[in-house]
């Protein structure tokens, strides 16, 4: 069934950009005819190597640069419109922030070019700052920030106005496997909520993990588009898996697919374990063995937020902070590490309002390995915050009612 | 109302109100009702003002504000304008002693307070207008900026307000810091005066006339009268009894003027001459009647001084200055200066050995006694020089009465306000440059700009005064690039803003007023004519910047 322009949330036609040098000859055609279209409430990734027209496309959607043919929408008008502005968020490749404002302050700034009400701002602005783990370094300067710390409140103020659209462009770059991990999860928790993702990235674990469809740039064109799940399913293959076998029943299966294919095509072995996976298991193991003392977990998301986190503060500090936490800020040190999940809990008991309802979108093939193993009591709290933060859109919204021309 | 539609009307009030000040303007020349045009520029002097702080009023506009204060704060700059301000001011009553009176020094304390002031701002708010916004390029903070509900424009007016803010802020310190190093100036002066003892009686004297002299001619806004113009009936006089001559003089072969050349009919030719004929003989009038022979008294009548209290202890001030035909010599020549009006008022005369200085600017106190009912004051002069030089008063302004019309705190407040309106033109300035210019190229190119309107209006007033190239005009070079100069300096400065027009430090420091027509004239031309104007223009160019471009 073909799809009205109100069900997408990006569209672009024919896009091209040339720049051009100083006397105006074409020099780098860095989109060619470009044709996007990313649905309403999916995570849509931008993929491809460095130079292959990623950024340029992002900047071309946000009015940054001017097409040099071709047409583009965005949330149904033109990429420049102030009303888009209002129901967007942007995280740039790089955080680009004023490094002379706080955390606080940097939120209340672009919460007020928002056109966010004072009593909006100061509960969004807690709120965020507590979301993304920056509550112990909210009165620092950005400028003594560490790169991940300043990758978490530059994601805190593309979040800051609850965009209907979100852009970003590598979310995970300066981030530590656990921090990365963090995002994606926040990036599904979004999708849940109906929100829209446009995600450029370069690294393809990150994407698949959370992209609903992708589409290649190479040379500005865009090669394949298409869901995760077609693109990367390999029909022509069959895959069995059972519990560990003994070498001699091992044997006896492999015996008995014979039947049904050339011995040379059937594989027989050990899985291998994703090395993401393997990290973060790694880091829960050590994080039992070993509990985690006072400023351990700050710095970090909000745990009840993104389950699995809750990660030993030594190796965390070692990966990822080279800046200490003042230690004015941390609990004390003797305190049981079980105890900072409840100390956090109650702080968003404080933000948080009473959780809506969520109705379930529609499931990703990632989402649903993740949500199995989720314990009902954190997806609760990690709802309360988010819907505080994030609403969904409305559906008599001036986005759906308004016809695209 | 939306927030869109607000601006818009804002912009078109903004547009109307200069388009009624310049319709105003226009039609004056047309129609003889001084008063009704000047209420109806005033009036659309004060609309669009009004509009243009409309569109201040604008959350993004002050979020953006308080970012540039924060950055100027934050990064130190505000403070080292101040430090710096404090070092180069506070230091002055304490190491220039001026002309050894307190009158001087205040002279010198004042003028060089505000110039210093006006100084350090205008690099503040260059520097300020041209890096703030080039680092929201250069950090990329654009990119975020342009992601946020707001216009381009609203970010260039932000930064303007800003930096505006930051302006008034230390402009207010710099005002405080000169009130307070005059005010302590002339204390310490009093208690001087105090402690001298009364046996010393001519020292005391003149520490209190000292005193005195300070108050009336520097702590004080005193306005400028200047002389009536000679009587219509006495140019045409001249006129009639000179011009038959003059034109016969003209019409001999030899002297016929260029214009009259070559033209057939007679009658023609005849008119051509009796006017240029005329025209000489108004302009010799006017030397001949600024010009005083040895031995000849001038005299001049000065009217409208109701305003001045007519004791014997109030005065008005006669400023003057004038040229002696005898170029060569240093002395001074002796002169014999009377006022009053005759069988009307007192009688007041100079010394008989005054003399005074030619080339140099002069003030005489005059009692107040000498004006009459009528607010009229006749000033007669004698060349009383032995040496029998001719003495000349070159131009209109050379003789004027200076009358006391306010106090000083209210001239200073009129001046920083006109420093402020010169700071913001620079301001804007900047900001302009920084539209469509990156880093270093916008502040050279606004200083460049700034610089030029400063020297188009000197060259031009060095051309007007009779500078020459070449004095015989023999080189055809020295010719060609005269007339060039003329042609360029002549458009620029028609063309720039009339910075020249506006001296506050110069008025103030010397106890002259700073009117609020100076501060009206300064808000109409510097803020909202150029300023405006360019604001607009900055702001359309940055509205159609490729800004993923621009980023470095």
Redesign the interface.
Known sequence: MAQKSDDYAVQTLQLTKV?RDFWRRPKVRAVDQLTLDVRRGEVFGLLGPNGSGKS?TI?LL?????PTSGGIRVLGRPPRD??V??R???L?E?T??????NAA?TLE??G????LSRHERRRRVGALIEMVGLGHVRNR?LREYSKGMARRIGLA?ALV?DPELL?LDEPTTGLDPLGAREVKDLILELKKRGKTVLLCSHLLAHAEDVCDRIGILYGGKLCVSGSVATLLAKSQLTQITLPALPPEETARVRTLLGEFAQPDAIEVGHPVDRLESFFLRAIEEARQARPETGGAAAGRFEPSLFRKLEAPAEVIERLTRPVEPPPVEAPPPSEPVGAEPDVRREILERLTEKPAAVESPAEDTVGQANRATEEPADAEERRSVLDRLVQKPKPDSDATRKPSP | MTATARHRVAALTFAGGLVAHLAAGGLSLLFDAPAVFRAVRILATVVALGAALALFLDRAVWTIARNTIAQAVRVKLAFVIMAAYLVLVLAIPFTVRGDGTLRGLLNVVINYSLIVGGLLLGILSLTLSTTSLWSEFRDRQIFLLEAKPLRRWQVLLGKLLGILLINAALLAFMGLVTWGSVHYLVARAERAAARIPAAESFKKSQAEKGLRDAREQILAARRTVLPDPPPESDLEEFIRRNLDMRARQLEHPERLPPEAKGIPDEATRRAIIRNLAAAQLAAEFRGLVNAVPPLFTRVWRFSGLTAVPRTRQATVTLRFKFFSSDRKSEEPDHVCWEFGVPNRTKWYQSRPDAAYLPDEVHELQVPADAIDQEGVLEVRFTNREPRKPTLIFSSTDSIQVLIPVGGFAGNLVRALAVIFLEVLFITILGLFCSAFLGFPVSPIVALAILLLTLLASTVKGELDKGFTFDQNLTSPVARAAEKVTRVVTTVLDAVLPPFHKFTPSALVSSGEEVSLGLVHEATWSLALVYGGLLMLLGMHIFERREIGLAVP
């Open positions: 720049f340029t900047k946000l009015g940054l640069l001017f102030v009303s502005k209002a967007l968020g942007f740039p790089e680009y922030l004023y490094p002379y404002l302050e700034f672009f007020r070019l928002s056109g300067p103020q106005n852009l």
